[in-house]
Each structure stands twice: as C-alpha cells, then as structure tokens.
Nanobody, 117 residues
C-alpha cells in the first residue's frame, strides 16, 4: 500500500509564503511513474484540484485561483512532491492533500494551512 505523508502546513498571515511537502513510500513502481497532484478542501466545500505535475516534472497545471502564486515541483530521488505557496490569501485556508495517480490512486492524510491576520 502506497504511503503518502504531507507536512509543512501551519498558520500564516496574508501575503506570507509556505512550502508543503508530500513524501511517498511503499511504492509499487518508481516514484516517477506517478502523476502527482495537490488538492485542498476548505470547511463546507468540496475538495478541489490545486495543481498537478507529470512524472518527470516537465509539465504542470494549476487552478486559476492559484496560478502565478503557487508552484508545484517534485524530487524523484527523494520521492517527494512540493507545493510552494506565495502571496497567501485567507481563501487559501484549507486542508491540503497530495494524491499519487498511477494504475491506482492514493491519498495522503492532509496538512492544514490557515491564512489569517
């Protein structure tokens, strides 16, 4: 069973930056075989796709709400995917989840990001 562990969440003020990470282990295939995604879910809202990245890190996509502020990246040697979040806004407050997409899909347990003054 693939194991994904997110970390790096926290409480920050508007305009601040934060980088969250997702480390993968117990992979059936090599890490670069998995298309990786970051999702988020705010209270009372549905889970939404924030960003994703292909296996070699050459292609990324972003939700319109985060384009230009967030950057997804991956380190295949470390088996880790990152989400660099800049110019954070209160509406970015959510639990952030990573997802590994392969023959099967796997979710992490989430990390809380709270943006408030």
């Amino acid at each position: 069973q693939v194991h994904l562990v997110e970390s790096g969440g926290g409480l920050v003020q508007p305009g601040a930056s934060l980088r969250i990470s997702c480390a993968a282990s117990r992979l059936t295939f090599t890490f670069d075989s998995y298309f990786m995604s970051w999702y988020r879910q705010a209270p009372g809202k549905e889970r939404e796709l924030v960003a994703d990245i292909n296996g070699v890190g050459s292609s990324t996509t972003y939700a319109d709400s985060v384009k230009g502020r967030f950057t997804i990246s991956r380190d295949n040697f470390k088996g880790t995917v990152y989400l660099q979040m800049d110019s954070l806004k209160p509406e970015d407050t959510a639990v952030y989840y990573c997802k590994a997409n392969g023959l099967s899909s796997y979710w992490g347990q989430g990390t809380q990001v709270t943006v408030t003054s």
